[in-house]
């Protein structure tokens, strides 16, 4: 079946530090990537998507690639703050599948000034 | 676009209680989902809605689950006898389904404790 693998955190880092967080995805079929997050005590919320292979996803300076070739969407940003500080969870969804999203663990991010 | 709301926002009860629990999605949405989300770990699926008609349900989803859509609108899912694992947050997600990718929304969930 469907399924999304992504780096054990807890993820530290400086203010302006060069964030990447990996994620690799198992899926039949050319399945919607995207990346969530959830800030403390928040919901979940879409960070960015990719529908198509080499799609990128970008928003708030986070980006994405899809690559189908090495089944991966991994997330960087140039430049982190502490205001990143959350739990980002790669996922996929297919239409073969209703459009349910198979989420990863989740990667802890904890950024210090 | 109000968003996603579920309610109650957290829920105690004690061992063998039943609880239910409601999401209304946004208005024009026809598709609903509910996932289940427990501590350092990523949502699971467990139903989906098109409408009212309940098209799927993950086997995490046992005989003591069980949802609703009546008329195609808010939902409720219902957990009877309730045990100490199924201490979680409980995730409403909708979406407008119209062939092409469309993305979901997610309420803010219930948090169930079980004592």
């Known amino acids: 079946g469907n399924s999304v693998t992504q780096m054990e955190g807890p993820v530290t880092l400086s203010e302006e530090a060069f964030l990447t967080i990996n994620c690799t995805y198992t899926?039949?079929?050319?399945?919607?990537l995207f990346w969530y997050v959830q800030y403390p005590g928040e919901g979940l919320q879409l960070l960015l998507k990719?529908?198509?292979?080499?799609d990128k996803g970008s928003n708030k300076g986070f980006e994405a690639t899809y690559r189908k070739e090495t089944t991966s969407f991994h997330l960087e940003k140039g430049s982190v703050q502490v205001s990143d500080s959350a739990v980002y969870f790669c996922?996929?969804?297919?239409?073969?599948?209703?459009?349910?999203?198979?989420f990863g663990p989740g990667t802890s991010l904890s950024v210090i000034p | 676009d109000t968003g996603v709301s579920q309610n109650p926002r957290h829920k105690i009860t004690k061992r063998g209680q039943n609880v239910t629990f409601r999401c209304d999605p946004i208005s024009e949405h026809n598709r609903l989902y509910w996932y289940r989300q427990t501590l350092g770990q990523g949502p699971e699926f467990l139903t989906y809605f098109q409408n009212e008609a309940q098209l799927e349900k993950s086997r995490l989803l046992s005989d003591r689950f069980s949802a609703e859509r009546p008329k195609g609108s808010f939902s409720t899912l219902e957990i009877q006898r309730t045990e100490q694992g199924d201490s979680a947050m409980y995730l409403c997600?909708?979406?407008?389904?119209?062939?092409?990718?469309?993305?979901?929304?997610f309420g803010d969930g219930t948090r169930l404790s079980i004592l």
């Open positions: 996922a996929l969804s297919s239409t073969a599948s209703y459009d349910k999203v198979i």
């Open positions: 899926a039949t079929g050319y399945p919607s």
């Open positions: 997600a909708s979406s407008l389904g119209t062939g092409s990718y469309q993305p979901q929304h």
């Open positions: 990719a529908t198509k292979a080499d």
